[in-house]
């Protein structure tokens, strides 16, 4: 028999099997009870939180001749159709595929036809409707103005925003969230039991943790595991199934570039890398410890909603105890925004290890005996001081703005957020090709300021500010800017990376083999 993936062997085929959704299963069963259900739902949320399924369940439940509290039986004529695929009245349909015109108007023309069964619905499930064309979705417009009494649409979305508002108003509207991890590990515990796998406690934590909030993902990687392991799943074998490094191995990492041992954390990358790992991995691997050590610092009660290992735990909360705050927000400013930067790099180990060594070097203000809160040369470990000597130090990151730009104030970072949603928006532009996409992305990278009449926004000097700053690109923004705030644009470098001193610097850290673009 061929095999059937976990996911959907395991998909929920009532309301009550649905996982982590409460919110939306209640108000749909009262629904089915009351006999008050709508003709347009709109389903949105990330990939993998259950929106088809209970899109599915919907289907069958407002046809089930004998529904059992609200959820559909499973045994009456109806519900056994659908398990077969014999009833025609339930249509599911992927927009990314389906997105013309004439076919939304050939499902709106079959949709006036009465369904087969008497006071039966005929339900239409339209899969990633974000990706229906403009005219499409006018023609899918009108038939939600006045849908037949037997007619229920569902739309399925991950991109919410980029649904035109008068399609919106017309559905009633369901937030899918994401799953915590506890009920992602409770249910692989359910899963892996139903098909007497045996599994290690630690290893369910570690697929559930990796599957970030989606039970297909979940489910997925559950799948990838059991084979991996032949049935009996340990903590290791995810570990590689996944391709992470061993947790303690990040853990002492972070900690080695948290308190400034930067010779040793490079050793420790260099081999990692050298293993074959990704460098992005690492990285969030990174920015991951240092949230859990923020974390552990901040909320008493901290490893119910981390979920580390206790022996894992108790190295963490010794690592950070000798951090102080600043210092782990700014190192964990440092490393998320790595990922922005990958984006645009050929050469991500570079500006990896960059980014470790000023994390490493970086002082925070609050650390710092006031006598050197106005020094800008940043506090450096003894070992590498010898190395550095005769070099100009870097600003920090935080000096940077300090001294080249006003603090953020809201209103700036207000207009600037309008900014990013009419570039993401505009579908007149994103007809336009590819290059507009990088737009997107170089546009979310703006740190915004208000500067007498201008908005200044600051960009990573590379791609972020290249793209930014073609004509074409620099005068539609200073119109939306205009647009929206009667402000106007500018756009600027950033100052960190590209600064020569920084440069200088990192390269006399690398003893000159630091190759920089
Ligand atoms: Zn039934």
Known sequence: MAYTSLYRRFRPDTF???????????????????????????????????????????????????????????????CMEMKLSTNFDVMEID????????????????????????????????????????????????????????????????????????????????????IPTKKLVDHLKSVYNAVGAKYDEDALMLIAQAGAGSVRDTLSIADMCLSYCSDNVTYNGVL???????????????GDILTQNTAAALEKIAKICDSGKSVQILASGIAENIRNLLFIKKCPTANRYIGLPSELFDEADRLQKKIDTAKLLSALDIFTSLEGEFRYTSQARIIFEAAVVKAALTETAEALPSSQKNVSVPKVAPK?????????????????????????????????????????????????????????FAVSDGEPFVEGDKLVVYFADGQPFIIVDKPENRALIKKIVLDLSGLEFVAKKKLVLSDDNTKSYLKSLFDNDLKIK
């Not at 990330?46 to 919907?58: D, E, P, Y």
């Not at 069964?117 to 103005?145: C, P, Q, W």
Request: charged share 25%; proline share 5%.
């Open 240 to 254: 590689e199934v996944l391709g992470q490094s061993d947790p303690k191995s990040i853990l002492s990492l972070t």
């Open 384 to 440: 590498e001081t010898a190395k550095v000597e005769g070099v100009i130090a870097p600003k920090t990151k935080a000096e940077v703005k300090k001294t080249d730009a006003p603090k953020p104030d809201p209103r700036a970072l207000k207009i600037w957020s309008d900014v990013i949603a009419t570039v993401a928006n505009d579908s007149e532009m994103s007809l336009k090709g590819e290059y507009d996409s990088f737009l997107k």
């Open 95 to 178: 927009a990314a595929s389906n997105n013309s015109v004439d076919q939304i108007r050939d499902l709106t023309e079959k949709v006036q036809f009465a369904p087969a069964r008497e006071n039966g619905y005929k339900v239409y499930i339209i899969d990633e409707v974000h990706m229906l064309s403009k005219s499409a979705f006018n023609a899918l417009l009108k038939t939600l103005e006045e849908p037949p009494l037997h007619a229920i649409f569902i739309l399925c979305t991950t991109e919410v925003h980029q649904i035109p508002q008068t399609i919106l108003s017309r559905c009633l509207r369901f937030d899918f969230r994401l």
């Open 16 to 78: 009550d099997k649905v996982i982590g959704q409460e919110h939306i299963v209640k108000t749909l069963k009262n629904q089915i009870i009351n006999h008050a259900v709508s003709h347009a739902y709109l389903f949105c949320g990330t990939r993998g939180t259950g929106k088809t399924s209970v899109a599915k369940i919907l289907a069958r439940a407002v046809n089930c001749l004998e529904p059992v509290g609200g959820s559909p039986c499973g045994k009456c004529e109806s």
